[in-house]
């Protein structure tokens, strides 16, 4: 029954890992995107003008 | 005891497993969006002398906007009307495809902010932009 106590925190705190990762928006992850469907669409060239980008994490 | 550790090991495997799936990039490339793409790309064609012209310029809000009709010769305002109206459907298309795709329907308006941002940030100079309200050219 010890162990349950253990284990079950553990638990609690991966889970609520998971959540708390995913529901903040990935903005440096969104720039990045928006700029290659942005080349695309006005069809630039690649290396043009690159997102000043700092990755957060 | 042995019990015990296996079963953390699975969590904390499961933990960083999951971590890494969520700080993936976002998910773009969907056919949806595809679609979406290629549309705005042939109606780009049309669209950038009238950028160049300043007569439709970009908004803060990711959209874009009939800056200055009396740029267009009166014979090709309509279809400049219905070539914005067009664009900005498909934009809000994309917005909302690119949330969608990710499974996080309420992003929409932190993506459109960010394209916002990127479209006026690569506009090429002499394109009207929207800032802070007014219109600039870039």
């Known amino acids: 029954m010890k162990k349950f106590w253990i284990a079950l925190p553990l638990a609690a705190l991966a889970l609520s ?4 990762i995913n529901i903040y928006f990935p903005a440096a992850a969104a720039e990045k995107a928006a700029d290659k469907i942005i080349e695309e669409v006005w069809q ?14 | 005891m ?12 499961l933990t960083v497993s999951l971590n890494v799936m969520a700080a993936a990039d976002l998910e773009v490339n969907t056919p949806g969006v595809n679609a979406i793409k290629s549309s705005m790309q042939a109606r780009h064609a049309q669209l950038s002398a009238y950028y160049a012209s300043g007569a439709v310029g970009l908004t803060a809000d990711g959209m874009i906007a009939l800056r200055d009709a009396s740029a267009v010769p009166m014979a090709a305002r309509q279809s400049v009307n219905a070539l914005v109206a067009a664009e900005n459907q498909d934009r809000g298309a994309l917005y909302a495809e690119i949330a969608n795709a990710n499974a996080h329907p309420e992003w929409q308006a932190e993506i459109r902010s960010t394209f916002g941002q990127r479209w006026i940030q690569r506009a090429q ?9 007014g219109w600039m050219q870039k």
């Open chain 1, 17 to 20: 890992a998971c959540v708390t």
């Open chain 2, 2 to 13: 042995k019990k015990l550790l296996r079963y953390t090991t699975a969590m904390l495997t």
């Open chain 1, 44 to 57: 630039m060239q690649q290396s043009d003008k690159p997102a000043t980008v700092k990755e957060t994490k």
């Open chain 2, 125 to 133: 100079p002499g394109w009207w932009v929207q800032s802070n309200g």
